[in-house]
């Protein structure tokens, strides 16, 4: 029966009953004269949801790692340097596959539960006056750690610096729940995935590229051919796909935008605040500390949340897992053992989340945590009574 | 999103993906030799859901309705005697219909929130030394007022009694969730419906039916074609349907049996149990009073919960619907505007409970009841963690 | 594999993906505020299909013969006078209803091949002056002999004899597939089925029924409490449903109107005529006759086809089930042995029949008929081609 | 209506029911402690398919293209000299994509139409004494011809020269569908994809790795990240992906594995040749011819059909499209206006087929194409009916 419970995780996300159907369809020819009509519109509806008129929007058949390794790739060649700070799980990521591919990746180590450094960007950018750095690449959404940086913050950096590098921007458990401005905010590549806010299977990766990184194409020297932009942009201005294009998450992309846009991409915003507020007010009800070190780096995407000293938070996880039949996510990396996460992104309401805290209160009564049943539940509860959306 | 919210009726029943596949069929003929293959075991299948070896099991395209105006029709004769009593709505029902298929009702009036009086029947079948009564009915479980009648202390009133009448029982919203002993109670007509406890889309009627009731067959006068039973057993005699059969029903029922084989009956009741008396403590802590007048009739299925004086049930109920997009049972009948109901039945985990706990707290305190947040949930919580099941 | 075959039958037919996704949803509550939103337009869509403006629409939880059910158990009384006229198994099957349920049934045998007699049943009606006939029931579609009767032609030979009787149309297997025209027809009940021209699961009865039957709803004597019009109507005034609703067949029933209204009625109809007319092509290239004796009877939605003299055609439609994995519909009642039947209705293109008129040969050849392997193919293809629609 | 229609490209292929139920699941938490369960019997399914005991399976979020870069970044340098023969658009594109790599391809150039060049392969590997060949990479189905090569050839070619090359076989339109052998082949890498003979939607490549292999991986220094086979195995080795895998593939190809297994591989490739065969004795019947220039060239899952002189496949494929809602492969490359293609591979009946042939012909007589409407029907039908497996 544990399958009927939503999961807590932050992606895959749970996946509304709508796009399960609209996923759910027979293989069709992608080469009929047909496939354009459903295609072309859908990368038009993703400009509107990252915020680019100017840009280009591009669909890989991959997670959103691939979709990384499309964005450099791309767009730098081997030697390159680039410009990334660590401070979680992801931006880790990042530097490690920039430096499998041969960058020289200039490492800013930042505390975990903190964001994006604007203002060591700006440093080291003006300090780079012969302008080696090709690539700034900033974690949105930290995932790990529940740390959302200002991306407009890191603009500004470079824009002080008179910095001609591109910005990358990892968008993965961002993009769609939270506002993501790219045009406004100068973001080069921004990379999101089917399986969180966009609320689909997981399987593409949703890049939004602009022109300039565009211009980039021919000079950069990383081989690639499956991830290449100029296949895939000369296929699609066809209408086409280069190579067999995943019909079902085609379709799938086209019925969540049309979701997205019913609900309005405000309200699905203020949703995502309100629903994390809910389980911010659950935290501090319990006294726990969130990862992310000051309200104004708090995620409304997935929380991180500290386990109280000498309490093993995958012993936390493992058991409401196991006792309950509902997942929640891991501590990841430094924050393993120390911390577990509440993803609250995609498709969800308040009842799910009052669900997932009332479960993780069983789970650490169980286990001796200091807490009182229903204490967090109360405070959740009374934030949501306050702050529902009048319909 | 609302959709992705489980539902707290007391059915049609939260309907498990697992089910949601396999109804999901494309047409076959119903004529082909293979039919039978899929067909025939799903018979044998609710015989032992409902606990007959002797019995025969008859499925309908109907609702529950239609399974109940099937048992009489194929069993009795207008100005028939039989013997009700009406204590919710559903037993109001049969009368209604008995009424209305002219057979002569002798009615028991009993307060909601009671269940079937053993004793009475003992006495009026006693003294029915004519044998004038043809059948007793009886609602096993009472939807309307969350009661759950003894169906042995029936039987062994009307075997005292030394009473030939047919034994007709209502296990629309019991059967699957709760134990329900067709042979050893001595049911004549059991009816359930595929939407409660087997946890399939509505649409088709489940009926067990003892020998001595069909013997009744061929000299009952009701007028019958669509629900006769002997054209239903002659064509599943053959393997095969007198009509056009809702293949995606049968279908999903024979996975649904495979599902309550899995689980295994006895821990599907006692998941139903749990489930229940979570929902109890709740309304224990919160001060509130069943419907169900003493602890021996509680529902394991469905509760009906009395609002408080000066409160109205309805109001409470589309407030939660309106503002959480959460629907609960309204009070029905003599209940409506008094008591509203939480269905707990189907294909439900606690943690599902839950967030139907947290969610009518808060409509509640929205409508100032004097109930705290969290509550119930905590009474619920600290159940539910004491009693799960080690897996 | 052979799961993948289109199926040949007259009904249930082949479901199209967008209704079985349709189909596909969660359980919801039919009493939330929310469902006549929903329900009401399903209601009205009906109208439009079954072409009145005056009539009520009625869908119940059943096949098509509860449907015929509800139509003479809400209209008339014990030992009413009905006529009907028997040319097949279906309109056999309505005088049996009729006699199980009391009626006084005046039938007027015709030729297996015939369709309705309107000559006789304007003589019948003419010579009862004193209007003791309170029906005349019409099979609008045999489908057991593959013919359409003329309903305007029984329409005038009512009024010819200013008989006040009702008319009550079986359009199961034609409504949504061929022009149907309640209102112009002065149809008073009209029964048809989710399974056939609209495309869905088996399970919904969809009846039209005029004010002038409705007006009969109260004087009626036959009882009846589950296909009651009168508690039907009342819940449905309300947008309500008086029992718990199949909703997957409502949602799935609204999605098909839209199918519907798409295509365009007229384009349906078109349609249906026309892979009909390349059924008969084969037919005629084999050499065989349709059980249908003249052009004008001949029925767009399944084509009932003798084979040769000393042939059985229950061997022909096992051998294709069993060998090609495929199901034609077998020859019912008196046409057992001596027909097969090719049911072209609902979701189906060219290229399905084709596949259909090829394996059916196949099937002749392996059985020594004397046709050719192509034969009946090519004249349809040649039809086909020569008929297809512009785009 | 037209999406009922089955389509003839050769892949992605017709998903059987079973598969669209199989893949449409929930989100689950792949971190969880289950998800292993039912991954790792996947891996060991698909080694039986690919014919391997000591190789490794490893399954990537991308089209086959992405298993193909795979193959290469984990196995070679730049620099690197590859051996590749020319006969077809996709092992032009494997040249192309070596080329991009930085690999130095030696290119054989074949007439489109032949297949793999053992004895080239022998004498250039034979010549090749400093064994600067580091792999050989053979396009097993040509996709674009309808050629399927003799890969045993090709082993026994390099073992003949005692060349320690790898050999890497590109399987995207073979395995599952033909008898692949992995190991007796000495096959290295071998690529398939879920779209084709697993009968599953697009988005997963499907690799089998030797640990020869493998033993390059470390000292491989093409760049790769997402597609590196190391983090891979180690996420593997412990039920484990290294990062968000496509849970909707996973369990669709559990289930595909049971179906193949179900029906037996033998049978799989018996059905294959079987279906393979009726479409070119329709070929024959047209008086065609196939680009497969032998018949020993003939490949079971896709035939490419030359038009006749002064006629253009590209306007039959639209034509057939357009008219008649069916999709054909068109003619890619060098074939392109000159051959059209007829996929038959993965969830396919003979059936089906005849559908497809049928309706082709349509179209051909449509476009005065020198062919008779029936003709190459009935050459298929009489090879299906002497050739249908006894059930």
Redesign the interface.
């Known amino acids: 029966?544990?399958?009927?419970?939503?999961?807590f995780?932050p992606?895959?996300?749970?996946?509304?009953?709508?796009l399960?159907?609209?996923?759910?369809?027979?293989?069709?020819?992608?080469?009929?004269?047909d496939f354009s009509d459903t295609f072309l519109p859908v990368l038009a509806g993703v400009k509107e949801v990252i915020g680019t008129e100017d840009g280009e929007v591009l669909l890989f058949?991959?997670?959103?790692?691939?979709g990384?390794?499309a964005a450099i790739?791309n767009t730098l060649s081997?030697g390159d340097k680039v410009l990334i700070a660590r401070y979680g799980m992801f931006s880790h990521r990042w530097i490690?596959?920039c430096q499998?591919?041969?960058l020289d990746v200039q490492v800013i180590e930042c505390p975990w539960g903190t964001g994006a450094p604007a203002d060591q960007f700006e440093a080291i950018l003006s300090a780079d006056t012969e302008h080696e750095i090709k690539a700034v690449m900033v974690t949105h959404n930290e995932t790990a750690t529940g740390v959302m940086s200002d991306i407009g913050a890191v603009r500004k950096a470079i824009d002080s610096a008179a910095h001609p590098a591109l910005l990358f921007v990892d968008g993965v458990s961002s993009i769609a729940s939270v506002p993501f401005e790219m045009d406004a905010w100068g973001v080069d590549v921004a990379v999101a995935?089917s399986?969180k806010g966009f609320m689909l299977?997981?399987?593409?990766a949703v890049l939004g590229v602009s022109q300039k990184a565009l211009s980039h194409m021919d000079e950069a020297k990383?081989?690639?051919?499956?991830f290449?932009f100029r296949d895939m942009l000369k296929a699609n201005a066809n209408g086409g796909f280069?190579?067999?294009?995943?019909?079902?998450?085609i379709y799938g992309l086209r019925e969540s935008l049309k979701m997205l846009s019913e609900?309005g991409l405000e309200n699905v915003y203020a949703?995502h605040y309100r629903l994390a507020e809910g389980v911010r007010q659950a935290v501090s009800a319990w006294g726990f500390k969130l990862c992310a070190q000051t309200p104004d780096l708090y995620s409304n995407t997935v929380s991180a949340i500290f386990v109280p000293e000498g309490f093993d938070s995958n012993e936390l996880t493992?058991h409401a897992?196991?006792?309950?039949?509902?997942?929640f996510?891991?501590g990841l990396g430094e924050m393993n053992g120390k911390a577990f996460r509440i993803g609250h992104l995609g498709?969800?309401?308040?009842?799910?989340v009052?669900?997932?805290?009332?479960?993780i209160?069983?789970a650490m009564?169980?286990l001796d945590y200091p807490i009182?049943?229903?204490?967090g539940?109360?405070a959740a509860?009374?934030y949501?009574?306050n702050t529902?959306p009048t319909?």
């Open positions: 029966m544990s399958q009927q419970n939503p999961i995780i992606g895959p996300t749970n996946i509304p009953d709508r399960r159907r609209a996923m759910n369809v027979p293989s069709q020819d992608h080469r009929a004269p058949t991959s997670s959103g790692t691939g990384w390794e790739s081997p490690d596959m499998r591919h041969g995935g399986q299977a997981t399987g593409m990383l081989p690639r051919t499956y290449d280069p190579y067999t294009p995943p019909l079902n998450l609900e949703r493992d897992f196991n006792k309950y039949g509902i997942s996510g891991i498709s969800l309401t308040e009842v799910m009052l669900a997932g805290l009332a479960t209160e069983m009564v169980d009182q049943l229903g204490q539940v109360a509860q009374e949501y009574r529902a319909k």
